[in-house]
């Protein structure tokens, strides 16, 4: 056996062994919303480290880089050992792993790359590995599908993969800064419940779109899970109404992760980022 279809046997045996081997963690919360947070913004890119960092603060769940540079085609994560330690990791902390982001893809393009569908199947098979639910696929910059044809490009290359995710009880979910209306006409061209938006506050605010509106345009079924962010300040002092947008998501009644993706501008991790969790959690006592 070649040392590719090895590790790949393994791979599927550890997803295939993962409700045996580590029986579902009981929800970290049992409220509608969950909050998790980013492990890059731990400082702890892709390492398993960042799980018992974001139990240690009072996180409910984690979003696991996949790595940013593979090797010879490889995400870093691509390992069945790294997947045992993440397992082992969120079974000791009771923590969820919340979802992973396939970051390989802000250098090769989804729309374009001829290696992006081979990492997205990669992806798919470690998520489930790991036991995650959610594949973040972020497109920015020069990797945004912004053109009808690209669009139509990437709704193509996800119909090819759409069909494992499902079967994995996996969702794809398109992160960027374009506009709701061109997500959901990504999301129209590949008609899939595995196939959904993240959507991140930040940027569309930072864009000018109007957040509540996109919020309540995109619902919830087009909303597979959700960043908070708002530039460089502490979440509710900066220009994004928090208030008004957790009443948005009360109001199509997401159910979910709230997943921060915020900066430390003390330079304390732990502390800024549990005075940024504690502020979502009232948030939406309120809101509720």
Not at 103 to 117: G, Q, R, T, V, Y
Not at 264 to 277: G, K, L
Request: glycine share 6%; net charge neutral; proline share 5%.
């Amino acid at each position: 056996m070649t040392d590719i279809r090895r590790r790949d046997f393994l791979l599927a045996a550890a997803a295939a062994s993962f409700t045996t081997a580590f029986p579902k963690l009981p929800a970290a919360s049992r409220a509608r919303i969950q909050v998790g947070v980013t492990d890059w913004d731990l400082r702890l890119t892709a390492r398993v480290e960042a799980v018992a960092m974001a139990r240690r603060i009072g996180f409910d769940g984690v979003e696991v880089s996949l790595g940013s540079r593979p090797k010879d085609g490889r995400l870093p994560q691509d390992d069945p050992e790294i997947i045992q330690r993440y397992r082992a990791a969120a079974a000791e902390h009771q923590l969820t792993l919340a979802s992973t982001c396939l970051d390989a893809l802000h250098n090769f393009h989804l729309k374009s790359d001829p290696l992006a569908p081979k990492l997205l199947a990669d992806a798919i098979r470690i998520t489930a590995a790991l036991g995650a639910r959610v594949i973040l696929l972020p497109s920015f910059g020069k990797a945004a599908p912004a053109e009808p044809a690209e669009q139509e490009r990437v709704a193509s290359l996800l119909k090819e993969h759409v069909g494992a995710a499902a079967s994995a009880g996996i969702t794809l979910c398109l992160e960027n800064d374009l506009s709701a209306e061109i997500n959901a006409r990504i999301l129209e061209l590949c008609p899939s419940p595995a196939l959904k938006v993240y959507y991140d506050t930040g940027n569309s605010f930072n864009r000018g779109y109007d957040i509540l509106k996109e919020i309540r345009f995109l619902g919830r079924e087009r909303i597979g899970q959700v960043h908070f962010k708002d530039g460089k300040s502490y979440l509710g002092e900066g220009k994004i109404d928090f208030n008004a947008v957790a009443q948005a998501l009360n109001d199509i009644g997401y159910q979910g992760f709230i997943v921060l993706e915020t900066p430390s501008p003390s330079r304390d991790i732990e502390a800024d980022m549990r005075r940024n969790m504690a502020f979502v959690r009232r948030l939406f006592q309120t809101a509720a």
